[in-house]
């Protein structure tokens, strides 16, 4: 079993920054794909990016490209989301998840576990 903890969210200005971490335990990731999705109220859950536990590789929506990145530090069992340029677009509670797959999949069903999520809030 993977327990996955979310850390990081909380309030920022439009333009700030903020680091969403994603603690998991439980269990060695070493075939398995991290990602980050959100959900705005009254929304679907979308996709925000992924990473390979093992290769580090990633893949990021388009819509986050160049304000947004994953990373993932195996030694602390710790993945990441730096959030960049932050729009009140952005505000949506934001989950960790992990999957049992080498590959990078953008849809929810291609995730097993899930964090209860941390809220992001973007506001003046």
């Known amino acids: 079993q993977v327990q996955l903890v979310e850390s990081g969210g909380g309030l920022v200005q439009p333009g700030g920054s903020l680091r969403l971490s994603c603690a998991l335990s439980?269990?060695?990731?070493?075939?398995?794909?991290m990602g980050w999705f959100r959900q705005a109220p009254g929304k679907e859950r979308e996709f925000v990016a992924a990473i390979s536990w093992s290769f580090g590789t990633t893949y990021d929506a388009d819509s986050m490209k160049g304000r947004f990145t994953i990373s993932r530090d195996n030694a602390k069992n710790t993945m990441y989301l730096q959030m960049n340029s932050l729009k009140p677009e952005d505000t949506a509670i934001h989950y960790c998840?992990?999957?049992?797959?080498?590959?990078?999949?953008?849809?929810?069903?291609?995730?097993?576990?899930w964090g209860q999520g941390t809220q992001v809030t973007v506001s003046s």
């Open positions: 998840a992990a999957g049992p797959t080498p590959m990078l999949p953008v849809i929810t069903t291609g995730y097993r576990y």
């Open positions: 439980g269990r060695t990731l070493s075939s398995y794909v």
